[in-house]
């Protein structure tokens, strides 16, 4: 049981190494029907806040989940987050937790 545990953390210690300051950029995939759909405020994230933020794209893909994919140098996939089970504001607080910052009105036009 013990080894299991530490397994367990091991795993959990090493998917976690990188610092915020390792991501260079992040992506949100998602289907732009299907599941979305059915999970109205991840949607309205995706689709009218996700695009506001700097170094962050939207990538449709079909019959994708949708999900927060934080890059590192050379889009180095460092980590996967499903949306699915978040609100609205629960996207936009992970967004900002992981370093990402809304851009400025003037860059916006």
Same mark, same amino acid.
């Given at each position: 049981?013990? +080894?299991? +545990?530490?397994?367990?953390?091991?795993?959990?210690?090493?998917?976690?190494?990188?610092?915020?300051?390792?991501?260079?950029?992040?992506?949100?995939?998602?289907?732009?029907?299907? !599941?979305?759909?059915?999970? *109205?405020?991840? &949607?309205?994230?995706?689709?009218?806040?996700?695009? &506001?933020?700097?170094?962050?794209?939207? &990538?449709?893909?079909?019959?994708? *989940? *949708?999900?927060?994919? +934080?890059?590192?140098?050379?889009?180095?996939?460092?980590?996967? +987050? *499903?949306?699915?089970?978040?609100?609205?504001?629960?996207?936009? &607080?992970?967004?900002? !937790?992981?370093?990402?910052?809304?851009? !400025?009105?003037?860059?916006?036009?």
């Amino acid at each position: 049981m013990k +080894l299991l +545990l530490l397994t367990i953390f091991g795993l959990l210690a090493v998917s976690n190494a990188f610092e915020n300051s390792d991501i260079v950029s992040g992506r949100i995939e998602s289907c732009r029907g299907c !599941s979305l759909n059915r999970l *109205p405020e991840v &949607k309205r994230f995706v689709m009218d806040d996700a695009p &506001k933020y700097e170094r962050l794209e939207v &990538k449709f893909i079909s019959g994708a *989940p *949708p999900e927060l994919v +934080l890059l590192g140098e050379g889009d180095l996939e460092l980590e996967r +987050l *499903p949306l699915s089970q978040l609100n609205r504001e629960e996207c936009n &607080k992970l967004v900002e !937790s992981r370093g990402f910052t809304q851009k !400025s009105k003037d860059k916006e036009l």
